[in-house]
RNA sequence: CGGAGCGUAGCGCAGUCUGGUAGCGCACCUGCUUCGGGAGCAGGGGGUCGGAGGUUCGAAUCCUCUCGCUCCGACCA
């Protein structure tokens, strides 16, 4: 992509509704702009990034079924499972023109168990896992942080259907895991904590948290959960002593929001290890067996030949919020620094003398022979000063640079920069493209 | 929803107390010079002051109502 030709609405001023440091810099960056309160509208660099997210969201997911649900749902599904009243006023609810009464969808059980008991009848069906990857509104009475804290938000949620108790404890577990590897790819430490289950119901639930000091929970934790890291290593997710085991190391210290926190047992763990900070909740998941199968008639006939209601459980995660959550855990004064796996663009390309016909061509075979690679540089083919392309390239966070100028050429070396360390080494053009491909063979 | 604050040019702000017909920086446009970390000089365009009503010879400024946004608190992916 050519600069010139992209609609990207850099600020060089700080707007003065954006108290966070993620949501100053997605302003900045020109990605959101804000259309009431809580509620953005996504402009291309951020939906490119909103895209990588769910991209990786949709690959993690694998084997599971993908659908769409709508965002408007009837009110009458929710009455079934005695939601509709205990919502409350964070359900944003809607007439329609034959006054039925509708609602702005928070969540989806109850809907997806609509689904399921429509079309499905026997254990022989089992195990059965849908998701999708839709907005969702929740009404808050505070929306704030910019995406972090939004009333429109856009989730995946996915809702796991087993015959019994024990096999919908595996999905659990392997929802637990796949969530580890997602957050993994985008650069993140989420950590697996023990929380409320709020609204949703159940008696088994995990929290996700990035830990931030902006985070909006606070958190106990022993630090040691922070260096468990899943890696490359390969997972069977039909092993259920395998993933059991996964869970097992990564929910064995202790970690817990301030909603399950005990104190006594945080006590027990080593005083060099026990942390209290903050965190930013980017995912949950839940296991609720048959709280709305029983109330909404969902059930399955056993190899008994028994009826019983299906066990059920849900599992979330917040890709709109994620990109603030990101941004809190990389970035430094001079803007934002992507992981490889969600950035907007693998790099950029800047060109310091733009009109000079040896740089010119330089940038243009940089960016043909990347384009060959399958890595869509951002180009900077703007007429600027050189500060302030590089100001504008920190700033959107771009992992890598490369700068071209009168100067390199002449020796026939272009400079390849990290974001991240600031390192720049003097390379040939060809050289810093083999070298970009290959750090982006491993992520994409 | 309770408490506090703010709406003046695309963005950041001053002017409001002590009414007299709107200003600064950035951005934008033109020209010249500059050109490896948000350039300099000169010239220029743009707002009727969130909205409605009222007081007054006269309202961004005073009064009433209203809409929106932000911050603190209670709730949440």
């Known amino acids: 992509m050519r600069l010139t030709r992209y609609f990207l609405p850099v600020l060089k001023e700080n707007p003065a509704e954006a108290q966070i440091v993620s949501h100053r810099y997605m302003l900045r960056a020109g990605m959101i702009k804000q259309q009431a309160?809580?509620?953005?509208?996504?402009?291309?660099?951020?939906?490119?990034?909103?895209?990588?997210?769910?991209?990786?969201?949709?690959?993690?997911?694998?084997r599971a079924g993908h659908i769409l649900m709508p965002?408007?749902?009837?009110?009458?599904?929710?009455?079934?499972?005695?939601?509709?009243d205990d919502y409350g006023q964070e359900m944003l609810r809607i007439k329609d023109r034959q006054e039925r009464e509708m609602l702005y969808g928070p969540t989806n059980e109850e809907m997806i168990t609509d689904i399921f008991r429509a079309h499905v009848t026997s254990y022989k069906d089992l195990p059965l896992t849908l998701y999708h990857i839709q907005w969702k509104f929740r009404d808050e009475m505070r929306p704030r942080f910019g995406v972090m804290r939004g009333r429109e938000f856009l989730m995946k949620d996915g809702y796991?259907?087993?015959?019994?108790?024990?096999?919908?404890?595996?999905a659990y577990n392997r929802h637990m895991v796949s969530y580890l590897r997602t957050y993994e790819r985008m650069g993140l430490t989420a950590i697996p904590m023990r929380a409320a289950s709020g609204p949703i119901?159940?008696?088994n639930t995990h929290e996700f948290l990035v830990l931030a000091q902006t985070g909006e929970s606070e958190v106990f934790y022993d630090d040691r959960v922070t260096a468990l890291k899943l890696g490359q290593r390969e997972i069977d997710y039909?092993?259920?002593?395998?993933?059991?085991?996964v869970c097992r190391e990564f929910t064995t210290l202790y970690a817990r929001t301030d909603e399950t926190h005990d104190q006594a047992v945080f006590d027990q763990v080593p005083e060099a290890h026990r942390k209290v900070g903050r965190g930013i909740e980017v995912g949950q998941i839940f296991y609720f067996g048959t709280k709305y199968s029983e109330s909404m008639g969902a059930e399955v006939t056993t190899a008994e030949g028994h009826k019983v209601p299906v066990e059920m459980g849900s599992h979330g995660i917040g890709v709109s919020r994620l990109l603030g959550?990101?941004?809190?855990?990389?970035h430094d004064d001079k803007g934002i620094i992507w992981p490889e796996g969600v950035t907007p663009f693998p790099v950029g390309i800047v060109n310091l003398k733009q009109g000079d016909a040896a740089a010119d061509a330089a940038c243009e075979g940089l960016y043909k022979a990347l384009a060959a690679k399958g890595l869509e540089?951002?180009?900077d083919d703007r007429d600027e000063r050189a500060g302030a392309k590089f100001a504008t390239m920190d700033l959107i966070g771009l992992p890598w640079r490369i700068t071209v100028g009168p100067r390199g050429l002449a020796n026939g070396v272009v400079e390849l920069t990290s974001r991240r360390t600031g390192v720049s080494e003097e390379v040939s053009p060809e050289a810093a493209v083999a070298r970009i491909a290959a750090i982006y063979?491993?992520?994409r």
């Open 37 to 62: 309160a809580g509620i953005y509208s996504w402009l291309p660099l951020g939906l490119r990034v909103l895209r990588r997210i769910e991209a990786i969201v949709h690959e993690e997911q694998e």
């Open 160 to 170: 796991n259907f087993d015959v019994d108790r024990d096999a919908a404890l595996h």
């Open 441 to 443: 063979a491993g992520v």
């Open 377 to 379: 540089a951002l180009y």
């Open 71 to 84: 965002t408007l749902q009837p009110a009458d599904l929710w009455r079934e499972s005695g939601r509709y």
């Open 325 to 330: 959550a990101i941004i809190e855990a990389s």
């Open 238 to 245: 039909d092993d259920r002593a395998q993933v059991a085991e």
């Open 201 to 203: 119901g159940g008696d």
